[in-house]
Structures are given as C-alpha cells and as structure tokens.
C-alpha cells in the first residue's frame, strides 16, 4: 500500500525557512509524480507544487514562486519542499501527495488528479 509520511513543520517567524520533508514508505517515489499542497480550516486544499518523476518539470503556484523550491531524491525516497521567506499567509497544514499519472501545466497542482496522501504537517509562520 502506498504511504506518504511529511515531516518538517513547525513554528517559524516571518522572513523564516523551513525544510518539509516527504518519504515513501514501503513503496517507490521514483515511480510517482509527486504534489505539495496546504489547506486552512475553512478553505480548500490549493496546490503549491509539484516535480515530475524525472525531477525535471516543476511547477509552483504564483503566490510561492522565488520563495518555495521543489526537489527529489529518488535514492533516498524523499522529496523536500524548501520554503524562503516565509509569510504568515503561508500558514497550513501541508500534505504531499502521488501519483503515477499527472497532467502538466497548472493542471498537475488540482488535489483530484492524485491518488495518495500524507497525513500532512503543520507550518505555522507568526511572530
């Protein structure tokens, strides 16, 4: 069964970094396209980000891009979402997710084109 476990989140001031981390378990990432997204209480998920299963196409939703970076390690399973100058507009729980199939373009940052999810992890930016 395909498992996606997040680690990373916390409390950060504004301005702040923080590295979030997504591993596979009991299962493949370098088979899977894979997805970071956040949702607030009240609000639906929006996509932030995705990479491709090559680790060559990324792609980030305008309110993150020059801030947020995307990338993989299939040897290591892992795929990190490394978030710059964080906002408190930023504060979410975020969840990555996988699939095998993904359209490109803004497509690939819609909740309903993956399969499976994390339990996510809470970023909180505040001073």
């Known amino acids: 069964q395909v498992q996606l476990v997040e680690s990373g989140g916390g409390l950060v001031q504004p301005g702040g970094s923080l590295r979030l981390s997504c591993v596979g378990s009991?299962?493949?990432?370098?088979?899977?396209?894979i997805g970071w997204f956040r949702q607030v209480p009240g609000k639906e998920r929006e996509g932030v980000s995705y990479?491709?299963?090559?680790?060559?196409?990324?792609y980030y939703t305008d309110s993150v891009k020059g801030r947020f970076t995307i990338s993989r390690d299939n040897a290591k399973n892992t795929v990190w979402l490394q978030m710059n100058n964080l906002k408190p507009e930023d504060t979410a729980v975020y969840y990555c997710?996988?699939?095998?199939?993904?359209?490109?373009?803004?497509?690939?940052?819609?909740?309903?084109?993956?399969?499976?999810w994390g339990q996510g992890t809470q970023v909180t930016v505040s001073s």
């Open positions: 997710a996988a699939v095998l199939t993904l359209a490109g373009g803004r497509y690939g940052l819609s909740p309903t084109e993956y399969e499976y």
């Open positions: 990479i491709k299963k090559n680790g060559l196409t990324v």
């Open positions: 009991r299962f493949n990432l370098d088979h899977y396209h």
